[in-house]
């Protein structure tokens, strides 16, 4: 690119904006931070005043297809410095949470094996009727957390309750000393970890997330120091679990909602003729391969990945020189967004019915403009490193519970989202009714 004169930085200043107070100051985000909702008041900016939003004296958010597709794949932009503020210790990166290119290739090779799709598939006898913590604590760390037997489990709430903590220390950096951390969890993985050690130095291995971890520790030249082998951890349960259940709660609410829609699904799986599991006569537990070609499962879940996606408040990166996206000319260390929700939501790409349930829309996906418009499980080299993790625990949860319970509406609930780096509902429940149907 040719120098950069005043002139085109100056561009810069006129970048849409909601307010002067924008351009100044960062007080309009930091103020709407705490009510976790600031990914509508995205979605409203882009549809009043356009594709280009500058919300920050430093920060711009970005809308149209081709500024999405520069950030996330062409330019593949490191996420922005500020993620350092939702660290647990600003100076240890996790593979999420990682700034430096280097770094991140390093973290993500070493973890990438524990995700091969043909790994993935010695993990499916573990997945089996549980719910999403519980398939990560059995297939990651080796030991369900057992929220499905008990009924109930401390680990949802504290996870919840430390994302919000970790927003909340990044956005109001002086209350920091008063929003001090549950031990709650870090003690909770220290056992997970000691438990495993004890296996070890019995002789028995398994190969999973945490023991490549610990492995780290003993096989590399640069070896993880114990605080990042617990962090990363830590990682791997609200990355893995939090996601995965919006996602089937999600389905199943608006599947509830469009009860002609559950009905085509519920006789899809019927139609497998599925045999019932032998361990417990009265109970069908599908196998992975029986319903991974499932046209309308897959086209339920992409749909509501496409209208609830986990980055909905927008996938942040930084930009590391001058650069231009959608016209403008935005200065190095700039952080930019991009908005896939809006994306998501686009009447322009998806058609006049874009905010509506509609699996339909999935069914021929050759017909759908998919590259570059769906990005459930981001995009580039910060792609979702538990995508085929993901897609077989969602699909196996979600036919397993239609094949085995009736479900109903509870009427007049409030369906309200909150995001504290995931995305999660308000009320924390929602009360479905349900029967066996066997
Ligand atoms: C429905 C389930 C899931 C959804 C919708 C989802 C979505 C995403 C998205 C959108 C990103 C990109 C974030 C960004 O670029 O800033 C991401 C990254 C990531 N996901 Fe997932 N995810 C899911 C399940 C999982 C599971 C099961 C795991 C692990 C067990 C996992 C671990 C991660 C990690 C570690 C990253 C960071 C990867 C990197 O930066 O290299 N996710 N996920």
Redesign the pocket.
Known sequence: MSKISFFDISLFHKIPSPSFLCSISSLPIILRKPEGKIFNWYLYLHKNIGPVVRIGPSFVLFSSKNAVMQI?INDNLP?SDSIAGIRSDPNFP???S?TEKPF?QK??KL?SSA?SIKYISTLEPLMRSSC?LDI?GET?FGGSFNIVEKGNHPLPEKVFQELKRRVMCHTFPYLKSFMVKDSWIDEFISKIIKERRELNAQGKKRKD?LQILIDSKEDSDDPLIEFEIQDQIM??VI???D??S??INMALIMLLNNPEKLKTLVSELDSLNLPQSSNNSSTFIPSHDSIKNLKYLNAVIYEI?RLF???IGG??RQTTKDTVIDGYLIPKDTSVSAS?WSVHKSKEIWGPDADDFVPERWLNPENLPIKGCF?????????????N???M??RLLLASLLLNFKFEMVKNQELDLVHFITPALKSKKFLVGVKTRH
């Open positions: 996330l996420k996790t593979l999420f990682a991140h973290r993500r973890l995700f999403t990560i990651a997330i990682e791997f990355a893995g679990s996601t995965g919006l996602t990945l996606p986990a980055s996938i942040l896939i990005y459930g499980f981001g995009a580039g080299s910060r792609y979702c490193i538990g995508v993790f993901a897609w625990e969602m």
